[in-house]
T-cell receptor, first 113, second 111 residues
Framework: DADVTQTPRNRITKTGKRIMLECSQTKGHDRMYWYRQDPGLGLRLIYYSFDVKDINKGEISDGYSVSRQAQAKFSLSLESAIPNQTALYFC????????????FGPGTRLTVL | RKEVEQDPGPFNVPEGATVAFNCTYSNSASQSFFWYRQDCRKEPKLLMSVYSSGNEDGRFTAQLNRASQYISLLIRDSKLSDSATYLCVVKSSGGYQKVTFGIGTKLQVIP
């Protein structure tokens, strides 16, 4: 079955460290997204990409950067992690042209000490 | 005011009960509406889209009221397996078609 995968699934790191979260998909979707989820705040969009050459900031992009290495790969980096970036991070994909459903990866639980 | 508002619950209901969740949205230009289901510590998954005329999928019924800017989800004959968090999702019109997720309503079905 086509899939959205995320690595690592869990990560504990220290303040100031650089962290990369990776997302791969075999669905052939053009659009990819990075969200973070915090209790009481729901899912918030960090970055989105409509194709390899199109990357856009979401509502909470400060402190994060992304790279779309290929249609199937979209990485999220925390250049210098801080404790309030502790959260559950999800990658998602959708078809282009106004497709509706988003397909989520299993999530990465990140803890910054 | 939040763009999408939901009562976080939890709603604790006995097996077999009927339960309804509402969700309000602030952008009157919103175009598309959805309910996603999220199990504890898992990824969200699409439960159903919400159409203007209302739609049903088995025990689940979704309705949209554009005039009052709310959508609802009705679950009949609740099962233990329905226990999850239900996310209201609203998609705007325009170039990006911004998707906004509510914080979710937690449902616990008890035996």
């Amino acid at each position: 079955d086509a899939d959205v995968t995320q690595t690592p699934r869990n990560r504990i790191t220290k303040t100031g460290k650089r962290i990369m979260l990776e997302c791969s998909q075999t669905k052939g979707h053009d659009r990819m997204y990075w969200y973070r989820q915090d209790p009481g705040l729901g899912l918030r969009l960090i970055y989105y990409s409509f194709d390899v050459k199109d990357i856009n900031k979401g509502e909470i992009s400060d402190g994060y950067s992304v790279s779309r290495q290929a249609q199937a790969k979209f990485s999220l980096s925390l250049e210098s992690a801080i404790p309030n970036q502790t959260a559950l991070y999800f990658c998602a994909t959708s078809v282009g042209g106004g497709g509706t459903e988003q397909f989520f990866g299993p999530g990465t639980r990140l803890t910054v000490l | 005011r939040k763009e999408v508002e939901q009562d976080p619950g939890p709603f604790n209901v006995p097996e077999g009960a009927t339960v309804a969740f509402n969700c309000t949205y602030s952008n009157s230009a919103s175009q598309s509406f959805f309910w996603y289901r999220q199990d504890c510590r898992k990824e969200p998954k699409l439960l159903m889209s919400v159409y203007s005329s209302g739609n049903e999928d088995g025990r689940f019924t979704a309705q949209l009221n554009r005039a009052s800017q709310y959508i609802s989800l009705l679950i009949r004959d609740s099962k233990l397996s329905d226990s999850a968090t239900y996310l209201c999702v609203v998609k705007s019109s325009g170039g990006y078609q911004k998707v906004t997720f509510g914080i979710g309503t937690k449902l616990q079905v008890i035996p």
